[in-house]
């Protein structure tokens, strides 16, 4: 009888050549929850196996991840996107850097090759510039949301809404402290 060996899941350096050195925030929605609480990374893939392996990776490597998941079919021949799901929360810059240190293993880039977009802006990847570049908090991604959508309704000539409301709970609280 003769022995064959499965080997599976990523070797050192077996996406060189794979993975475009760009991370996308928030360009697509979350499936696991709501918008404001969840940050989607996603990353530009050239083939479709090295997608299931990356996506693998991401779940099974880090507990900070949500989900992952490849999309369902190819945008161009042999260009799939790979979606990570992380709370949105102050640490998610630091976990997005803990990951693309990691990838150094998987990929030809270093952490300082990466550039980080969120709308329409584009910066290389810094640990700073990024934590001021997307928001941190639901609180904050609701307040941003809000602003955009508030100057657009002063140009229709509508009212503007407050960027936050209060639930019971806060009010309550506030009134117990004095507040």
Known sequence: MTSKYLTEGLRYKDLVGTVKPTVHVDEF????G???DIV?????VRDEQAAEDLVSWFEKGYDFVIDA?????ELKPSRYLVYVELKRRSNVVRNL???LEDMQTLTEHRVGDWEVTYGKVTTPFDIAAVEQMIPLSPKEYRQRKELGLNEWRVRAGLPTKATYEKDDFIKNLQQQAGL
Do not use: I
Not at 29 to 32: D, G, I, P, T, V
Not at 40 to 44: A, D, G, R
């Open 29 to 32: 929605a979350s499936k696991m």
């Open 34 to 36: 709501d918008d404001d």
């Open 40 to 44: 989607v990374l996603s990353f530009y």
């Open 69 to 73: 998941d490849r999309s369902p079919g």
């Open 97 to 99: 850097a803990e990951m």
